[in-house]
């Protein structure tokens, strides 16, 4: 039994497919993309660069492994942004919040409405992409459709927030090239 694990071992060693050490990747392509874009263009049409230069730059990266590892790691650089931008965001609407609170303003919270807001979100994307995981049966596509579903609406979220933030007159981009 030892020597069979140690001969798969092995075999996935030499032959396996392309594994997050030796994934060849950057958020570049995709920054790049979002600063040549301009203030006309789709942003979401950015989205996924990263994860396909990798695929086709990385040996086996068209692979299930690869495609989800690829996709992986571009989902870990949103989901970054929009961490960034979620903790900005709370901490102004934390501020606003205090400063009407001492105007004797009435109007509802923001920091609160923003936390409900963004626990909500979180459940609908993970159903979402748990859905989008069920449309291939059981079968191997389900683990890349799953994480480029995770991938393409934690994108969108984040540049949601990031655009709450611009309305501050912040000018958050998060990329380079802003």
Request: net charge negative.
């Amino acid at each position: 039994m030892r020597a069979l694990a140690l001969v798969l071992s092995l075999m996935l060693a030499v032959a396996g497919p392309a594994t997050a050490q030796n994934m060849t990747y950057s958020f570049h392509p995709t920054t790049d993309c979002l600063s040549a874009m301009g203030e006309d263009g789709d942003p979401m049409r950015c989205v996924g660069a990263a994860a396909n230069y990798c695929m086709e730059a990385t040996e086996g990266g068209m692979s299930t492994v690869g495609m989800s590892s690829c996709l992986g790691l571009e989902l870990e650089d949103w989901d970054r942004r929009l961490n960034r931008a979620y903790g900005i965001l709370m901490t102004r609407l934390k501020a606003q919040d205090e400063e009407m609170s001492v105007m004797g303003s009435s109007a509802p919270k923001q920091a609160p409405a923003l936390k409900e807001m963004q626990r909500a979100w979180i459940t609908f994307r993970d159903t979402s992409c748990d859905y989008e995981r069920t449309k291939w049966g059981g079968g191997t596509g389900g683990g890349p459709a799953a994480v480029s579903c995770h991938l393409y609406l934690t994108a969108r979220q984040a540049m949601s927030l990031e655009s709450d933030l611009n309305d501050f007159g912040d000018n958050i981009c998060n990329h380079e090239g802003c």
